[in-house]
């Protein structure tokens, strides 16, 4: 089941009640987002679906056109997660270093809703972050203000993720003070989720990580008691983090944990693999060339060496069963 701002508030509120993350996959495909849902349900585990404007302006979603991209993504996730297959299982559609000019009309979209098949039903993301690493921190705080106020004027509420310094070393806690607290005084009870910089990085590199679980426990507690309610720290560049480093961020208040550099990495390598291994059979006068040509057979074949990662990794977050607690959440209604 898609979840909506509300209840992914209270999927994230359990996640920091039960000391666990919820992996949120980059997926840049159709296949990624089922091979997901399905990692998810086998863990009994909610999942975050996260995409970034490459993936809406790529050729499996908008060819060039974001909001198209957005609206082909949601419509997708939309249909895929409320299916009868997935319907325990608590999905988060959540937009990720979204940037550039387009940033506020494409959030605004995804916060307001976008027309799906007869035009009444509206398709809207459950969680909103967007890509701060070129903006000011009074731009930064205008563009999440904007948000906010986007989604008053529409009628809706927005569970926001407001970052800061990812990338750049451990951010001060002064940092915290000065953003959430603009945010949060003007337009309360928005934010939700806190991403610092903690001595992650994006990407993937051999090189050591100077991550600190005790700049997470700090952020945390600060950026909690800025806004009086919890709020979960995201962890942007895990990719390159060791597993016991991803148990101590989440002992330190870490919600929710971004995956997405090694994800791809672990699907193109597989589909490399793929192709590898069947060059023999893409032929036409072989007799199994098409069930090797068809996007299934390659699909197929990924899925078989992603599932298995991808539920190692909601287990090292300590998902595992977790499904069930935010269920039991959900029907209990939100809490203060
Ligand atoms: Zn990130």
Same mark, same amino acid.
């Given at each position: 089941?898609?979840?909506?701002?509300?209840?992914?508030?209270m999927?994230l509120?359990?996640?920091?009640?039960?000391k666990?993350?919820?992996?949120?996959?980059? &997926?840049? +495909?159709?296949?990624a987002?089922?091979?997901?849902?399905d990692?998810?349900?086998?863990c /009994?585990a909610?999942?975050?679906?996260?995409?970034? $404007?490459?993936?809406?302006?790529?050729?499996s979603?908008g060819?060039? /056109?974001?909001?198209?991209?957005m609206?082909?993504? @949601?419509?997708?996730?939309?249909?895929? &997660? =409320?299916?009868?297959?997935?319907?325990?299982v608590?999905?988060?559609?959540?937009?990720?270093?979204?940037?550039?000019p387009d940033?506020?009309r494409?959030?605004?979209?995804?916060?307001?809703?976008?027309?799906?098949?007869?035009?009444q039903t509206?398709?809207?993301?459950?969680?909103i972050?967007? /890509?701060?690493s070129?903006?000011?921190?009074?731009?930064?705080?205008?563009?999440i203000?904007?948000l906010?106020?986007?989604?008053?004027e529409?009628?809706?509420a927005a569970?926001?993720?407001?970052?800061?310094g990812?990338d750049a070393?451990?951010?001060?806690i002064?940092v915290?003070?000065? $953003? @959430?607290?603009?945010?949060? +005084?003007?337009?309360?009870?928005?934010?939700?989720l806190?991403a610092p910089?903690v001595?992650?990085?994006?990407? $993937?590199?051999?090189?050591?990580?100077?991550? +600190?679980?005790d700049?997470?426990?700090?952020?945390?507690?600060?950026?909690?008691?800025?806004?009086?309610?919890?709020?979960?720290?995201?962890?942007?560049?895990?990719?390159?983090l060791q597993e016991c480093?991803?148990?101590d961020?989440? &002992?330190?208040?870490?919600?929710?944990? =971004?995956?997405?550099?090694?994800s791809?990495?672990?699907?193109s390598?597989?589909?490399?693999?793929f192709?590898?291994?069947? +060059?023999?059979?893409?032929v036409?006068?072989h007799?199994?060339?098409?069930?090797t040509?068809m996007d299934?057979?390659?699909?197929?074949?990924?899925?078989q060496?992603y599932?298995?990662?991808?539920?190692?990794?909601i287990g090292?977050?300590?998902?595992?069963?977790?499904?069930?607690?935010?269920?039991?959440?959900?029907?209990?209604?939100?809490q203060?």
């Open positions: 089941m898609l979840l909506d701002p509300i209840q992914s508030r999927a509120r359990c996640a920091l009640d039960h666990f993350a919820i992996l949120a996959v980059n &997926a840049d +495909s159709p296949s987002m089922t091979d997901c849902l990692a998810a349900r086998e /009994d909610p999942i975050i679906i996260e995409t970034s $404007l490459w993936q809406l302006t790529g050729r979603f060819g060039g /056109d974001a909001l198209m991209g609206a082909r993504y @949601l419509a997708e996730l939309t249909v895929l &997660a =409320n299916g009868e297959r997935y319907r325990d608590p999905v988060i559609f959540h937009t990720d270093h979204i940037k550039g940033t506020l494409l959030l605004t979209a995804a916060i307001g809703g976008l027309p799906f098949g007869d035009g509206q398709l809207r993301a459950s969680t972050s967007l /890509d701060s070129e903006l000011s921190e009074q731009e930064n705080i205008e563009h203000a904007a906010c106020t986007a989604a008053k529409a009628g809706v569970t926001l993720e407001m970052e800061a990812v070393g451990v951010t001060e002064q915290a003070e000065r $953003l @959430l607290a603009a945010v949060e +005084s003007a337009h309360p009870g928005n934010l939700y806190w910089g001595g992650t990085q994006h990407g $993937l590199s051999d090189k050591g990580y100077p991550f +600190s679980p700049a997470v426990s700090k952020h945390q507690q600060r950026a909690s008691a800025i806004c009086g309610r919890p709020i979960g720290i995201a962890l942007h560049g895990s990719s390159g480093n991803l148990h961020g989440v &002992a330190a208040g870490v919600a929710k944990v =971004n995956w997405s550099s090694e791809l990495l672990i699907r390598q597989a589909a490399q693999e192709y590898a291994s069947h +060059s023999a059979e893409l036409k006068t007799p199994s060339w098409k069930t040509a299934n057979g390659v699909q197929t074949f990924v899925s060496r599932l298995p990662k991808v539920m190692e990794r090292v977050l300590s998902g595992m069963g977790m499904s069930s607690k935010i269920r039991a959440s959900l029907l209990r209604g939100p203060s």
